[in-house]
């Protein structure tokens, strides 16, 4: 399989920045972008290039991962495009409820892009190791094109091939692509409410 070797991270706050970390220790070329440009300053010190706009942090690279606040973030970032994603996979790695993921992604459609939805299921300190999860649902073969980047990060889970990720504070636990997932319960006390449902995506 060919390997991408240079990756946009947009948005380099607690997630971003492990994630660009990660990519960088892991042999990628990462080029970083932030609303706040000064945040960007100790990974480009780690090796990471600095992009002064979301349209020159996609240009040289294939996979665009937008680790931002939430989708309404996301699209803000991909509002500063004027196409330009032919050939390229937009990963939304944020929260947001599955009606705004397929907002994204048509929106990556009509800008000539692949898209993924991305549910990270551990914090910034767990990225790239043992303890991470993260969730994909979306384009399969854009998923398989760069699944050697994205095990870097995590295990990598499934929740099928639409982007029907629950909003925050649902974990869906996914071992396959059939979209088939498991179920628990959280005990009382052990953090916020998070249901687990048992879901069959429509299209398997
Ligand atoms: N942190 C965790 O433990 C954790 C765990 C699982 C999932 N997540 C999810 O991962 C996502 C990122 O979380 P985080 O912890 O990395 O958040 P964060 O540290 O607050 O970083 C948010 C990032 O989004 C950028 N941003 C916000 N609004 C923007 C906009 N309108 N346009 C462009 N950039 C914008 C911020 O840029 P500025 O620097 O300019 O503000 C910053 O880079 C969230 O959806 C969160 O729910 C987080």
Redesign the pocket.
Known sequence: MTEFRSVAV????????AVARRLLTGGHDVVVW???PA?TAGLVESGAVPARTVTEAVATTELVLL????Q??AR??LDQLDGGLAGRTVVT????TPEEARRSSAEVARLGGHYLDAG?????DAIGTEAATILYSGDRTAYERHSETLRLLAHPGSSGPRPTRQP?GTLRVSPRWSGETTTGRLPPGAGPSIRVRRIRDSNS
Do not use: F
């Open positions: 947009v948005g380099t706050g607690a997630i971003g920045s932030n609303r706040t945040r680790t931002v606040t939430d309404e973030a803000q970032c790695m944020c929260t947001g990270i299921q551990a914090g910034p925050s």
